[in-house]
Structure formats: C-alpha cells, structure tokens
C-alpha cells in the first residue's frame, strides 16, 4: 500500500512538471471548455505515457475535472464547446474530445451530429476507441 502511494505521488511530481508547458499551451484557459482565470489541473489522456509527456495530457477546469472523472455528473450543456475541439491540433485535445462526446452521443442528438461530421484518421480513431470514457 504504501509503495502504491509512492507510485501515485511520484507520478504527481512528474506530471506537474508539464506545467509550465500546459500553461504555454492553453493560454492558461481549460483546454476542453476555455474557462480562465480558474485553477487548471493536469489530466492525464490515455495511453499514457511512461514519462508524463504534454501529448498525453490536457489543462482542465475543476468543472470539466469533475465531470470527466465521475461520469454521473455529466451536463451535456457544459460540452458544447467540444464541437470545435474535436479539430484541434493538439492532439490530446481532440482524443479527448472526441471521447467525451461518443459518450454523450447515446443520450443527447446533437452530440451525434457533430460526431457525424467529424473526421479522425486510423491512428486517431484507433487511440480514441481504445480507450472509451
Ligand atoms: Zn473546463
């Protein structure tokens, strides 16, 4: 138990190494719903890496946190700005993104519409489904 939580904290002190590079990244903005002037944490997007590297991790709000981490907590509304998300360019943006979205898709029509529009290549696809929220 104790080696466990060793793990854990270890892989904080990582993670919160990528800070500085988040913050450059995001603008300092939530990178799923660009809320600002709010405190940003580091959530990893898997397949994560070995080493917490930027491309497996995103900024998010404690809104967006929140609801990604217990999914009972949903709020379809909260998730519109993911329609322009899931072009980003930064990778784990979109993976991200598009996640949350084929989560929601079953219960919300508009969430499949914009799905029905986007576009992923093999890769992409493939590291999104093979990771479901
Ligand atoms: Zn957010």
Not at 93 to 121: P, Q
Request: aromatic share 8%.
């Amino acid at each position: 138990m104790a080696k466990g939580y060793d793990i854990n904290k270890k892989r904080q002190e990582e993670l919160a190494g990528l800070g500085k590079t988040l913050t450059r990244r995001s603008g300092s903005r939530c990178e799923l719903c660009d809320a600002s002037g709010v405190p940003l944490y580091i959530l990893e997007v898997p397949p994560s890496s070995v080493e917490p590297e930027a491309q497996w991790a995103i900024f998010v709000c404690s809104v967006c946190m929140e609801q990604i981490i217990d999914f009972k907590k949903m709020e379809a509304e909260h998730w519109r700005s993911l329609g322009e998300k899931i072009w980003s360019d930064v990778f784990p943006v979109k993976i991200m993104s598009h996640r949350i979205l084929r989560k929601l898709a079953c219960d919300h029509h508009w969430v499949s519409d914009i799905l029905e529009n986007a576009y992923l290549d093999d890769e992409e696809e493939n590291t999104v489904s093979s990771f479901p929220l």
